[in-house]
């Protein structure tokens, strides 16, 4: 009990004081609403304080432009340097989605294509004359992942080749037949990054920069595959169960190669999330290909394309990514038919705070959207019906006729005394009959209600129902 009590104080003195660090930040960049912006600074705030994370660096694309930068936190402890956007983080595996960009770009220019083998490219790899290029960029070809675990192995910490891990891990039996099944693995990215050199003629970084980057006016991406963040950047730790932050060890120069080896500022990865929406940099089948769910042989979805996971997020398209190396964790999640994006990109490793922290902040948004017009429409029909009032030219005909004067009494008699609801929420939605319907509960003090509605295409309600729960 002593324990408990003390972590909760804990939590609330490491709340108070980034509260205080973050009203004397100003934002780098906002035009969100005053209210948004201290919903999501609370949200961010709390997190560190809850987990102990040193920093978050998080960037908002809303309607298609970056609407918010702020880092929180951190971004090294000794000595103290607090966060900047400027900062640049390891995005880890969000780096596949460059590799498979790449790809694809090379495609569009006629260099490959997806379903060429990979021994076109790559010699003597296992049965790399079945596997194919799109079986790699979306974990279906069947190789080995060099790097299932989520710290540095003493082997990773020397340098290395990416023809060495192939021949540890692509030159010995597949884990299982080509296309049957799905799973991650960062050893498909090293092959889809040595494809990409050979068919390009160009080191990959460098067809990366000329042809993604400096397009997309990403200006800060580093390699880290080759060096280390410098001192103006964030610093990456890593925790022992419960223990102190440390320096997180440096992964060997190779281990990254085409797999995790960028780092960057929210910012730039925000630019890249805006080309995606907009589809400025692909050509239009390209970005579907990318996009695309991969389906195995025996007709089941993996919700992976290539190189970014493809599912629904808040009742939404989504496309995202997570991303983990030494001292770093990341998730990249876009809306793309929304216009919407969030990056959260955080310096400790192993922990679910960049994940969280981006599904939370993208529901601020959704819920505005969500109580914009649905639920203040239905709860002003309710308050007008407590008063036995309800405006017609809302209604069709058939409503209209339901609305007798003798059903607007009882309305009013029976939902007139239970007073202002403590809550209106949507609960349920779904279309049938040409019709769209949604379920509300309504709660009050003592008593809660559902409510239910039809809507037609044209906007006029068919039905509104109101019955005890």
Known sequence: ???????????????????????????????????????????????????????????????????YLQAYGDGTIAPRRPALPSMRYSIGSISKQFTAAAVLLLAEQGKLALDDPVSKFVPNLTRGNEVTIRELLSHTSGYQDFWPQDYVSPFMLQPVTADKILDLWARKPLDFEPGTDWQYSNTNYVIAGLIVEKASGEPLLQFLSEHIFAPLGMKSVMNIDQRRLTDTDATGYLRYALGPLRVAPKEG??????????????????????????????????YAALEQEAVLKNGFGTRYGLGVSVRDELGHRAIEHGGEVSGFTAHNLVFPDEKLAVVVLTNEDSVGISSDLAKKIAALFFADAKAAKPERQAREIFEGLQRGKIDRG???DNCNSYFTEQALKDFADSLGPLGEPTAFEQTAKRERGGMTFRLFEVHFARKTVEVWERIMPDGKIEQYQVAAK
Do not use: C, H
């Not at 100003?26 to 705030?45: F, V, Y």
């Not at 190669?257 to 929406?277: R, Y």
């Open 253 to 286: 120069k190779g281990w990254l190669f085409a797999a995790g080896e960028l780092a960057m500022p929210a910012e730039d990865l925000a630019k890249w999330d805006i080309s995606l929406m907009n589809q400025t940099l692909l050509k239009p089948a390209s």
């Open 1 to 67: 009990m002593i324990l408990a009590r003390s972590r909760k104080l804990l939590a609330f003195a490491f709340l108070f004081l980034y509260s205080v660090f973050a009203a004397a930040q100003p934002n780098k960049l906002s035009t969100l609403p005053r209210d948004l912006q201290g919903k999501i600074d609370q949200i961010a705030q709390q997190a560190l304080a809850e987990t102990a994370v040193p920093s978050a660096s998080i960037a908002i694309v809303q309607e298609g432009a970056i609407a």
């Open 394 to 396: 809302l209604l069709t």
